[in-house]
């Protein structure tokens, strides 16, 4: 641990440190195979109503919380069987892998996928009503960037992480339980002229503060120095 030492203080270690945003940058693969996604999670696909699928994408590990919405989730999907949650991401913690499948084969409308390649988990992003973030704790979610550069809603635990980089009910929203978490997915749904105002707007948050191209003159500038 290293106490926090004000400029002030320091004057002479201003010039050496700069804070560089994360840069985002989002692919899509054009052959990728929907239906047979939907199948492998095991969501029947209804073309006579429209289905709501919400994505969770971490690795399965408790800082990372996949379960804490599960219940309150399945509640909603047996009441409305349009909406499910699709969990994805690789076993980190086998141990506690194991757990979140043995929770999830008992949960209805929640299904849990492996990792897939990058460009997969965009077009995934991209085909899902919302993105969700569940995590106790967050430094900044490449997840959820992703998501606001795919214009993807995003539906996140209000931990400070998250609410460093979410404006509640401007980008995204913010949730602090279960509960909430269902009341706001509702209302987004029923209110799309919300959920296109928010996806303006995060959007252009993405593309202000995080373009991909600053990072990689950030390091380019800096290797530069170094030489």
Known sequence: WFPFIPFSFKPHLRSKIHVQSQGIVTTHNASFNWKK?????????DNRHHQYLFLLIC???RV???LYLVDAFSDW???E???????????????FAEEVK?????ADGVHLLPAIPQEDLHTVTKNC????NSSIS???SAAILEAMDLKVPVLARNIPGNAAVITHKTTGLLYSSPQEFIQLSQSLIRDPPLQREIVARAKEYVTQHHPWDHERKAYQDLVLRLQ
């Open 64 to 66: 990372k919380d996949p």
């Open 77 to 79: 999907h047996r009441k």
């Open 81 to 95: 069987n349009s909406v499910h949650l699709i969990i994805i991401g690789p076993a980190v913690d086998p141990v």
């Open 59 to 61: 690795g399965l590990r």
């Open 138 to 140: 967050e430094g900044m």
């Open 129 to 132: 009503f919302a993105l969700v």
């Open 102 to 106: 043995e929770k999830v084969q008992r």
């Open 37 to 45: 996604f939907l199948q492998r999670a095991g969501i029947l696909q």
